[in-house]
Nanobody
Framework: QVRLVESGGGLVQSGGSLKLSCAAS????????MNWYRQAPDKQRELVAS???????YYADSVKGRFTISRDTGKNTIYLQMNSLKHGDTALYLC??????????WGQGTQVTVSA
């Protein structure tokens, strides 16, 4: 059974930094894409950052220049470095791995709370 375990969330002041981790129980090198989503109360789930297997990246406009997605294939772990955090970044952050169009995996999420 595939497991994704996120960690690194917490409470931080506005302007601070956090680094999220997503440890996978499978070889992430075989994934087509590795993604971080976030879900804030009363808002739709939003794709924050994506790292494709060819190395290309995508960032939501709201986090460009502040967030960086990366991976360590040796550790089967995906990271999200978040700098200059804002109150609007407060959300549950979820790791997502897409193996194919029809097969993907989700973690349980890690809560990030940024005080105003």
């Amino acid at each position: 059974q595939v497991r994704l375990v996120e960690s690194g969330g917490g409470l931080v002041q506005s302007g601070g930094s956090l680094k999220l981790s997503c440890a996978a129980s499978m070889n992430i090198f075989r994934m087509n894409a590795m993604n971080w989503y976030r879900q804030a109360p009363d808002k739709q789930r939003e794709l924050v950052a994506s790292l494709r297997n060819d190395g290309t990246t995508y960032y939501a406009d709201s986090v460009k220049g502040r967030f960086t997605i990366s991976r360590d294939t040796g550790k089967n772990t995906i990271y999200l470095q978040m700098n200059s955090l804002k109150h609007g970044d407060t959300a549950l952050y979820l790791c997502n791995l897409k193996k194919s169009v029809v097969q993907e995996f989700w973690g349980q999420g890690t809560q990030v709370t940024v005080s105003a």
